[in-house]
């Protein structure tokens, strides 16, 4: 008799019927958006804030420079000296003093211009005020020397290099950075994933163990099939999981934006500037772009291999979480087996992000994306670059084969481990039981 689907159907039933199974994927995600709003509404309550700027401005040059935003405005004082000034804005509580003194010439302005505050100031102010300076003194500057600043501003080129493939399809910088960020998340989503369930796996095993109940169910099971089917069990169950969390995030999400008019998921900083370079592209023409630079992308590609990678990675490490909690009696006895088993993910994590990102088709990147310990996080970040599908299908076969290889290891190892008690394992002993 096949007990394989008896054993999914248990171990699947067992997860999601507990409690803590149940509080926890109701609970996540109502933490999550609470958190994503409070950090929303303490940012928008930051942004509320209008500080006052007063300005000692005794050059007379820098007079109608200034201009007010929605969260800085400025104050011109005149007739006041630099004393006067200091006690005035200290006594006033506002956020700092401005003075720009009169020099000999222009070039005085470099070292001479100083900001009074009570506390250190925003670092984007700072840096819009020193820029519109800099600005004024270079105008200055040249007119001085007879230049006309207006003409040099005009005479200027810029350049915006297009990007196309040798087969006319066009790509471009902010669609290297939409590849680059999906892969970075799917890469970093299945590690977490890994992590989460694969503990998850280990203590079954683990409690399983101690309680005895595993003499009785190895009488009638094969070790290996039980062995898959926990994997395959508590693998649905975290996809049931995960599933939740992202419809019960959607929901609340736009439960809260419609209550309280605050969006959770798009927490900015306060005074964030964006940069788009050698473009003056508004807000609508940036989200045309970033839309077709969505739809340029191998979208069906992605997703499939996406799932399969996913799948495939979560395999190959669950046998492995499985494998350590039959070796030991309690958790606290897997952190010497836990380093050998994430040290790969980890090193597949900063792979990816410091070589994918420089050149991912180069050939560090592309040994990485074949090791099967290593190639679901690697190859997850190179296929939005263009990965050919030879390549992707054989980093597939790996690491399914690799996966069958583990959990033939992993369950000799299981076999001997679940029936072991009072007495640690080592390298040394798992080795014997592989012989066994």
Do not use: C
Request: charged content about 15%; proline content about 3%.
């Amino acid at each position: 008799m096949n007990h394989l689907p008896l054993i999914i159907k248990r171990e699947y039933l067992n997860k999601v019927r507990n409690k803590s199974f149940i509080i926890m994927t109701f609970l996540t995600p109502i933490i999550m958006v609470g958190i994503f709003t409070l950090v929303a509404y303490l940012s928008q309550l930051n942004n509320d804030n209008v500080n006052t700027i007063q300005v000692l401005d005794e050059s007379g040059l820098f007079v109608n420079l200034f201009e007010n935003t929605e969260s800085i405005h400025f104050e011109k004082l005149s007739n006041v000296s630099l004393i006067e000034a200091k006690i005035n804005t200290e006594e006033s509580e506002k956020y700092g003093l401005l003075y720009i003194p009169k020099v000999e010439n222009i070039d005085g302005f470099s070292e001479s211009i100083v900001f009074f505050s009570t506390e250190s100031p925003s670092l984007i102010v700072m840096k819009n005020i020193e820029d519109e300076i800099e600005e004024k003194v270079n105008d200055l500057k040249l007119k001085e020397a007879g230049i006309d600043s207006k003409a040099i501003k005009e005479l200027r080129v810029y350049i915006n290099t297009k990007q196309e493939t040798f087969q006319g399809q066009e790509t471009s910088k902010l669609g290297s950075i939409l590849k680059l960020a999906f892969g970075g998340a799917a890469g970093y989503l299945l590690f977490m994933f890994i992590i989460i369930y694969g503990n998850m796996i280990m203590r079954s095993v683990i409690e399983e163990k101690t309680s005895r109940i595993i003499e009785i169910i190895i009488s009638s099971v094969k070790p290996i099939k039980l062995l898959l089917g926990k994997i395959i069990g508590t693998s649905l169950a975290g996809i049931t999981q995960f599933l939740a969390w992202v419809i019960l995030l959607g929901i609340l999400s736009t439960v809260v934006s419609l209550i309280f008019g605050i969006d959770p998921t798009a927490v900015q900083a306060s005074q964030q500037e964006m940069l788009v370079q050698n473009s003056e592209l508004n807000s609508q023409e940036m989200l045309q772009t970033i839309i077709y630079e969505i739809y340029a992308l191998p979208l069906a590609n992605l997703i499939i291999m996406f799932l399969l990678f996913f799948i495939g990675g979560y395999l190959l490490y669950s046998s492995l979480y499985a494998a350590i909690g039959a070796a030991v009696d309690s958790e606290t006895d897997t952190q010497q087996f836990m380093l050998p088993v994430l040290l790969p993910l980890i090193i597949g994590i900063y792979v990816g992000f410091f070589t994918v990102i420089e050149n991912p088709h180069g050939t560090v990147s592309q040994i990485f994306s074949f090791i099967p310990f290593t190639s679901p996080v690697v190859m997850l970040m190179r296929i939005p670059f263009g990965v050919p599908l030879w390549q992707q299908i054989l980093s597939l076969l790996i690491l399914f084969a690799t996966f069958i290889g583990t959990v033939w290891f992993a369950a000799k190892i299981y076999r001997v481990g679940i029936l072991m008690y009072g007495k640690k394992a080592s390298y040394k002993e798992l080795l014997k039981w592989l012989k066994y």
